[in-house]
């Protein structure tokens, strides 16, 4: 499976951004797709992820009213609107997906800047 984020940007604090990323190969057992987030000096943690066939969705609290994830299942694609930017948001957003919550698969990240 591979996985093409794209979206990221700088952004000014209460703005918006909408992140995407597209998964090709064999996509098929790879049903939770989500993002993970790596701010400066921090460690890499989760941010949202939906279930490709229930479409249940799970949200940090942190980002919970702010973020909402969505599918395309026709273009194996998933988005990450993202609103009320806050600045410590600011970080580089990795697409993830896999079978489990330990994802098989990461994309390369698009960095997110949002500037006070």
């Known amino acids: 499976v591979q996985l093409q984020a794209c979206g990221g940007g700088q952004v000014q604090a209460g703005g918006s951004l909408r992140l995407s990323c597209a998964a090709s190969?064999?996509?098929?057992?790879?049903?939770?797709m989500g993002w993970f987030r790596q701010a400066p000096g921090k460690e890499r943690v989760f941010v949202a992820n939906?279930?490709?066939?229930?479409?249940?969705?799970d949200y940090t609290d942190s980002v919970k009213g702010r973020f909402t994830i969505s599918r395309d299942n026709a273009k194996n694609t998933v988005f990450l609107q993202m609103n009320s930017l806050k600045p410590e948001d600011t970080a580089v957003y990795y697409c993830?997906?896999?079978?489990?919550?330990?994802?098989?698969?990461w994309g390369q990240g698009t960095k997110v800047t949002v500037s006070s």
């Open positions: 993830v997906a896999g079978s489990t919550l330990k994802y098989d698969y």
């Open positions: 190969g064999r996509t098929s057992s790879s049903y939770l």
């Open positions: 939906v279930n490709w066939y229930t479409g249940s969705v």
